[in-house]
């Protein structure tokens, strides 16, 4: 393991995170879809990941592409995020990762919107929310 990402056990991930968290952070599952927390949210503010606490995606990337799963044109910065080649289901995917501590954070596909052109399909169980309160929406 990179020697630079907070290292816990099996043991000390599986008490810092509840059932369904454990089961996608750590094993790779996937929530159903239009079943997420912040599937349709809305708020100004920063997704980052809920095992780690990381900075992943701003509100401003998030889309609704119809997947059922939050979605994001781009990372908050390239280096957020670790993609990973996913053989798994007999599919040829591309995982999407915490760079920060390796958790399992959905996939990214070719078919996002202008500028970058790319969908990162990211599961709600896997992220927490920080809102902005420097939002005049607030």
């Known amino acids: 393991m990179n020697q ?49 606490h990381a900075l992943l995606f701003a509100s401003e990337a998030k889309y609704d592409s119809g997947s059922g799963w939050p979605s994001f044109f781009q990372p908050i910065k390239r280096t957020a995020v670790s993609l990973v080649p996913d ?20 996939h990214i596909f070719p078919d996002g919107p202008k500028p970058t052109g790319l969908r990162y399909c990211i599961n709600s169980v896997a992220l927490d929310f920080e809102p902005d309160t420097h939002s005049l929406s607030r």
Do not use: I
């Open 4 to 52: 630079h990402k907070p290292y816990k056990t099996d043991e000390q991930w599986r008490a810092s995170l509840n059932p369904e968290q454990y089961a996608v952070c750590r094993c790779s599952a996937t929530e159903p879809p239009f079943s997420g927390k912040w599937y349709k949210h809305k708020e100004a503010g920063t997704y980052v990941c809920v095992a780690c």
């Open 87 to 106: 053989e798994s289901h007999g599919m040829h995917r591309t995982e999407v990762r915490c760079a920060a501590c390796d958790s399992h954070l959905g």
